[in-house]
C-alpha cells in the first residue's frame, strides 16, 4: 500500500489533534538543508506542456520550485512533480484542492496530503511530518491569533517541514486574551524567527514584536467581518506597524511568511555550523 492515502500521511488524522498550543507531540532531530541536491547547474530547466519547471532554483535559491496548485490540472502538476523527484527534489504543492491531491497522490508512492493547509508533499521516500522541536537551537515559531488563522498557519508548517526547518506551533494566542500571549512570550524568545498569522484588525504582529528580538513575518489573513476588507485592514495594520522588528507578506501568505523565516534559520544553522568548525581547528 502506498503512504499516500489520507489516513497515514494526511494532518487530518495525525496531526490536527497535536497542533496544540505550546505542546508539540512530534520532538526529533533534524539536519537543516545545505545540499542542493541532485541539480548541478543552477540554470537547469525542464520544458512540459504549458509549463517550463525550474530544475535549478534548489542550487540557486537553496530550496526548489514550490508548485502553486490553484488552477492547475491534476496532469500538470503530476507532470512538474515528475520533473523535480528525477532530480532528487522533493515537491511542495500549495493551494491544492482535496480532489486534485487525491488524484495526484495516486501516481506516486510516497505523499504528505494537509486538506487543512490546502498543501500536499511528494518525494521519493517517506515523508516525515514538520519537525516539532522542543530544543533551543535554531527554529522558527509560527503563532496564530485565533482558531480560524490555523489553515494558513498550518501551510507555513507544512512549508517548514518541506524546507527541513524545526517550527513550534503556538495556537490562539491573539491580543483579545493578552494573558495568552505573556504566557508563550518566554518560549517565544527562544525562536530564531517567527511567523506571526492574524486576521481582523492584524494587531498580534505588533505585539509579540515588542518583546521579541528575532524577526517577526507578519501574514495577514482574510478572517473577519466586513471591515476587514478581505484581510486589507489587517495588511494595513501590519504595513504601518510601530515595531521595528515586522516585515509583512501578502494576505493568506502561508507559504511565503515561512519560506522568510526558514531563510533566515538557514543562514543562522549555516553560520553557527561555520563557527563550530572553525572552533574546532584552533
Known sequence: MNDNSRGKNSSSDSRS???????????????????????????QTKRIDNAVVDLGRQARCGFGEAIYGEGKSADLIIQIVRAQLDQGQQSL????????AEEVSRH???????????????????????IDDQSHRVH?????????DQ?????????????GIPVRSYSDIGVAGPQRLVAAVPRLREASALVVVAGMEGALPSVVAGHISAPIIAVPTSVGYGANLGGVTALL???TSCAAGVAVVNIDAGFKGAYMAGLVV?????????QQQQSQQQ
Do not use: Y
Open 237 to 239: 495594520g501590519m504595513l
Open 17 to 43: 489533534d497535536s497542533r496544540n498550543d505550546d505542546r508539540p507531540a512530534l520532538p526529533r532531530e533534524s539536519t537543516l538543508p545545505s545540499d542542493p541536491g541532485q541539480t548541478s547547474d543552477p540554470e
Open 151 to 163: 489553515g494558513i498557519a498550518e501551510e507555513a508548517i507544512e512549508t517548514l517541514g518541506w524546507m
Open 266 to 274: 538557514r543562514q543562522q544553522s549555516q553560520d553557527r555550523d561555520t
Open 93 to 100: 504543492v500549495t493551494r491544492i484542492t482535496d480532489e486534485v
Open 108 to 130: 506516486f508512492d510516497h505523499c504528505r496530503a494537509n486538506p487543512l493547509a490546502k498543501t500536499l508533499r511528494i518525494a521519493t521516500q517517506e515523508i516525515d511530518p514538520p
Open 140 to 148: 522558527v515559531a509560527v503563532v496564530t491569533a485565533g482558531s480560524t
